[in-house]
């Protein structure tokens, strides 16, 4: 795993325990559990987040881009 991308989550994972509703905050932590290939993670805060705001074309689209790769793989 890349230092920027570890450092990263390492700071929004610390974020999202103090400000667990901060959707902006979740939906970066997902895309940096997807860049680095962590996609079940990804999943399950973007899951968290469509909770949250059912609508969010965000989510909704980094999910299917996550389903998209996992069938691919």
Known sequence: MSADYSAGIEISERL???EPQNLRNLLHLAELYSLVQNNKRA????????????????????SDSIKKVSVDN
């Open 16 to 18: 999202r325990l103090r």
């Open 43 to 62: 999943e399950e805060l973007i899951q968290y987040c469509l909770k949250l705001d059912p609508e969010n074309a965000i989510a909704l689209n980094l």
